[in-house]
């Protein structure tokens, strides 16, 4: 019997029998000729048949059971309506999960207790702090905290933290984050970008900062292109950043070098030689100039291999082609 059968079963309800007498195989044929399906069927002595039959069956049998002179008995009562009926008659029991089931419902659907992982003294103090500004708090919604969004808002609150991960389980909420290296700090720490040379500004292309140039201006070298601070008359709000971006100009420059009055290069003389080498497993066969015949020379090899359907065959062939190549002064 399938799990789906035996939860059909029970949804609908069942009794386990006990028969007993000498005319039992005359009693399950009458039970059968009757439309009563007898289940997990045993016998437990020569005279006494036990059975599962389902609930709403059970008073057919009394029929077979004249008929073939055996006394039918219920021996046990399985399934939902009989739970059902039990509960009926217990209704504080009943009211009493009711609201077992509303209270877990209602506790399950807050955040009780808020964990911080990762870091420690004044960065947890301020990140705990953050999280009570965002509403992620003992006692909020769950429905209410979006991890995804809480993650994001804290990285642009604390600019301290290299990453953070929230998530929610069960009824807590568990803040996983990392500080920033030494190193990292001092590069988010806020600046200028300068100009590292002379020159004549083409184009300002301002990622993050204030620009203080525009094209068609001159500017000299360590003048600031583009500021971390907020000029007078930004927003509201604004805050130092660490300015980022490209100023591209044109620039003077002078440069001095040294060459020698030789130049030795290598250039191709238009001769050329090429040979085959075909590969069967561990056998080769080698056609035509598959060493180089010249003592300067520039090697090209070209592989080939079957077609996809007998690419599992062990056979390749590579074309080396050798160019000579002659010194010029």
Known sequence: MGLSERLSD?????????????????????????????????????????????????????????????????????????LLQRLARRPGLLAGAAVAAAIMAVLNSRIWAVEVRGVAGAEAQRLRAALLQMGVRPGAARSLVEPRQVEDQLLATL???????????????????????????????????????????????AAAGWPLVAPGDVVRRGQVLVSGRPPLGAPPGARPVRAAGRVYARVWAEGFAQSGLEQRIERPSGRTA??????????????????????????????GRLPAPLAWLPLRWDRVVHQEMEEQR
């Open 10 to 82: 029970w949804v609908r309800g069942y009794v386990v029998i006990r028969a007993a007498g000498e005319g039992l195989p005359a009693f399950v044929n009458h039970a059968s000729r009757g439309g009563v399906e007898l289940k997990r069927v045993r016998r437990p002595g020569r005279q006494v048949l036990v059975a599962q039959v389902a609930a709403h069956q059970y008073r057919r049998l009394r029929r077979p059971a004249r008929q073939a002179g055996v006394s039918v008995r219920v021996v046990r009562r399985r399934g939902l309506p009989f």
């Open 274 to 303: 090429a040979g085959v080498v075909v590969s069967a497993g561990p056998w080769q066969l080698r056609l035509g100039a598959v060493d180089p015949p010249f003592l300067r020379f520039r090697t090209q090899v070209s592989r």
């Open 159 to 205: 600019p301290d933290l290299a990453w953070v991960d929230v998530r929610l389980e069960g009824s807590r909420a568990v803040v996983e984050a990392r500080a920033r290296r030494d190193e990292q700090r001092r590069d988010l720490a806020p600046g200028d970008l300068v100009a590292s040379t002379d020159g004549l500004v083409v184009q300002v292309v």
